[in-house]
């Protein structure tokens, strides 16, 4: 395929331009912040009005089945406004596992719930401090009454408000093997569950997440028993494809609001965006946010085709934009000065939104390492 | 079946047939670049067979018209043809700066007889072509050139110095940027004139490089008489060409090394280089290089290919060659940096046989020149911040 975007992604990225602009300007989110009141509420409503949490969910389970280069330019756009919302759990995410993993009767009750916003999902895997969706130690014991859950999970984003859970848990081997692994959907109101929220550094959240012999029905398990990391490590592609898509809005935006500081600030009598210095560092930071829209594009594409490169081209482009959406926030920062370091300026909320969504699921350290592990270095 | 599937498979079985074996294997040395012209020199018989093939069916330069001796390809065309050339590691069958650069601007700027003369030889790899551009005072700041060019009616007399003339010593023809008015701006008064290296006057004198190869030349013009027929454009607006000429310069400099079949990847290199030690390179600190540099290229690669794909849809912004140039020659240096480091003791040796007369070294110090030559990596961030961003 050509590497541009056909006319339905473009429209739906102007919509995504159009709704934000609208209901999720960066004012929005300074308020939701100072209220301290819930993201996954009203702005959550209007999205699923517009559709946005069928956009991968198959047409014939009530969905649009427009595609991860589509729903990329959604996440870009919200990269940019810096909106939180369930979009990414359980639209992107939740779609994605339950389509993959799901059985058909599955798929036939949970798609069109997801797809109508009348349940969300969040998938919790991590139990250290560092993503490793190998290093699981939660286990699920089988009993007669269904599967007996004990463990914890760390980090899981919008545990605080999903009505259910996706849970990597272990039914057989050891912490760190890939056999072993089964998915579990787990309603979040099972007893024996206790969700802990810990505010973050991006003015959202994480949850920690006990089970405490929590039961789960038998027929709760999504995909085969001890044979779930393939499905994981499917979905966790397709999430740091569209985590990358959300660092390419985080970094555009930033960039964008730079070189229009660049050329509003007069220092020594001149624009400081006429000073050598800042345009070499603005033109090299151009040129790799223009190397990260191909990747991004590139990983969302390969979804859509199967590409044998899929997991390859995931992880190249959740390491680049690691990279990029670090410096972008960095140079955002140094070049607006004082002011940059102001709560009082927008341009400060971007680093502290890239770094949680650089660290889930990977950064740039994991990924590098996988992506040579998978080419044979 | 679709059109395109057919000529990818015609395309395979075409090449299948007609790639010779031993042009499917990663260039040595600089002898396997083949660059045709009058007196060529080839570095086996294998190598002069799949230029004439290549040539005779205009795929030295796939997407010129068939009229001028080009293969007449669509750009999905010529695109299924570079990947099926990649898939077998086939060489490019002909270097040659009249294809890269002269080429374009001809086809753009030229009158019918001047593409109809000079067009047909260039695909067949039978004249090779330099660049007349820079000056001793007119590097970064090409618009000063001072070499001029008296107007004597039918004819102009030149007379100047040119350097860094890419293999002008090799060269059959030159094209050349020449003042034909000092008056007024810099940029205006300039035209682009092309001569026979044969001509009285012109003498090249090669330049020894850090590398210890002489690539380029200082060109010494005296005196030289060219006929006004070969004047590309119009008298005096010769910048504009020399600017578009300029873009397709940085496109095939800033592709070094990204782009090129005969190259292993680097991740392949590091590991045959320093060996696996539980599925990981056995330097970690090495290895965090090229799993970067490896990223990075990836994303470049992409780029070229998008950069591309919006230029056939009209869109993107055309300035998008100076990053190309930039950032494809800044990771051109890296590679080179890191492979001198994965091979250790044998990337200083110059001479000897394990070193294949200190290839890599010698291309190592070549790639130094890759961030300057065709506008430097600060003219080209100047480029960006000017062109592109609007900074002031």
């Known amino acids: 395929m050509t590497l541009i975007i056909n006319e339905e992604q473009q429209m739906l990225k102007e919509s995504a331009q159009g709704f934000f602009a609208e209901f999720a300007p960066i004012s929005e989110f300074r308020r939701l912040r100072e209220g301290g009141s819930d993201y996954c509420d009203v702005l959550w409503k209007r999205m699923v009005d517009m559709g946005w949490a069928a956009i991968l969910v198959p047409e014939k389970y009530g969905g649009l089945g427009f595609g991860h280069v589509g729903m990329g330019q959604v996440m870009e756009q919200g990269g940019r406004a810096l909106a939180a919302s369930p979009l990414f759990s359980s639209a992107i995410v939740g779609v994605s596992i339950i389509n993959l993993t799901g059985s058909e009767k599955q798929k036939e009750t949970l798609l069109p719930q997801i797809a109508d916003g009348q349940i969300t999902l969040a998938l919790a895997v991590d139990e250290t401090r560092h993503h490793g969706p190998t290093d699981i130690a939660l286990s699920a014991l089988k009993t007669p009454d269904g599967f007996k859950l004990s463990g914890r999970k760390l980090g899981v984003v919008d545990g605080h408000c999903s009505t259910k859970l996706i849970v990597a848990a272990r039914t057989s081997g050891e912490f760190g093997d890939k056999e072993g692994i089964s998915l579990f959907l787990v309603d979040s109101n099972t007893p024996g569950i206790d969700i802990k929220t810990i505010p973050t550094v991006d003015s959202r959240s994480v949850s920690t997440v006990s089970f405490n012999d929590a039961i789960v029905p038998i027929e709760n398990l999504l995909g085969s028993e001890n044979g779930g990391f393939k499905g994981l490590s499917a979905v966790l592609d397709i999430a740091n494809a569209h985590l990358a898509a959300e660092l390419l809005g985080i970094a555009s935006e930033s960039f964008d609001r730079t070189l229009q500081y660049l050329k509003q600030r007069k220092q020594f009598g001149s624009f400081i965006g006429s000073f050598q210095a800042l345009q070499h560092r603005a033109a090299h930071w151009w040129s790799e946010i223009e190397l990260c829209k191909s990747i991004v594009l590139k990983s969302l594409s390969a979804i859509d085709e199967g590409d044998v490169r899929t997991s390859e081209l995931a992880s190249i482009a959740k390491a680049k934009l690691c990279e990029v959406a670090e410096l972008s926030t960095n140079e955002a920062i140094q070049m607006h000065g004082g002011v940059g370091m102001t709560d009082e300026y927008d341009i400060g909320f971007f680093i502290k939104r890239a770094r949680p969504a650089q660290m889930l699921f990977g950064d740039y350290s994991y990924h590098g390492d996988r992506f040579a592990l998978m080419t044979g270095y | ?392």
């Not at chain 2, 079946?1 to 395309?11: P, W």
């Not at chain 2, 001028?68 to 043809?81: I, M």
Request: with cysteine.
């Open chain 2, 1 to 392: 079946m679709t059109d395109l599937q057919t000529f990818r498979n015609e395309t395979r079985e075409w090449l299948a047939e007609n790639c010779p074996a031993s042009m499917r294997v990663p260039m040595q040395n600089d002898n396997d670049t083949c660059w045709g012209g009058r007196n060529p020199t080839f570095s086996c018989e294998d190598q002069k067979l799949w230029m004439e093939r290549m040539a005779a069916k205009g795929w030295t330069a796939p997407m010129w018209a068939v009229e001028y001796g080009g293969g007449g390809l669509n750009r999905e065309e010529a695109k299924v043809l570079r990947e099926e050339m990649a898939k077998i590691k086939a060489r490019r069958p002909l270097n040659s700066f009249g294809i890269d650069m002269l080429g374009p601007a001809l086809i753009k700027f030229g009158s019918e007889e001047l593409k109809r003369q000079h067009l047909p030889p260039i695909v067949r790899g039978e004249i090779r072509w330099c660049q007349g551009y820079s000056e001793p005072n007119a590097g970064s700041d090409l618009a000063g050139l001072q070499t001029k060019a008296m107007d004597m009616g039918d004819y102009f007399i030149v007379n100047g110095q040119k350097v860094w003339t890419s293999y002008a010593d090799k060269a059959d023809w030159m094209f050349c940027l020449v003042r034909t008015d000092s008056d007024g701006k810099k940029q205006m008064g300039i035209s682009l004139v092309l001569f026979d290296m044969k001509t009285p006057g012109v003498t090249p004198k090669p330049i020894k490089l850090i590398s210890g190869s002489s690539p380029f030349c200082e060109t010494f013009l005296d005196d030289v008489k060219v006929d006004k027929s070969q004047v590309v454009g119009e008298i005096n607006h010769g910048w504009t060409i020399a600017k578009y000429l300029l873009t397709h310069e940085r496109e095939m400099i800033g592709g070094f090394g990204t782009r090129d079949a005969g190259f292993r990847s680097l991740g392949q290199y590091a590991a045959e280089s320093m060996g696996i030690k539980q599925g990981r390179l056995a330097n970690q600190l090495l290895r965090n290089d090229v799993i970067r540099w490896e990223i990075d290229a990836a994303a470049f690669a992409l780029t070229a290919d998008r950069v591309a794909d919006e230029a056939k849809a009209g869109q993107g912004v055309g300035a998008t060659s100076a990053m190309l140039k930039y950032y494809g020659t800044e990771l051109n240096k890296r590679r080179f940096e890191t492979m001198m480091k994965l091979k250790g003791g044998e990337a200083i040796e110059w001479e000897g046989e394990a070193s294949r007369d200190g290839w890599l070294a010698r291309s190592w110090l070549r790639t130094k020149g890759n961030s300057i030559e065709g506008g430097t990596s600060e003219v080209q961030l100047n480029i960006i911040a000017k062109n592109i961003l609007g900074l002031g």
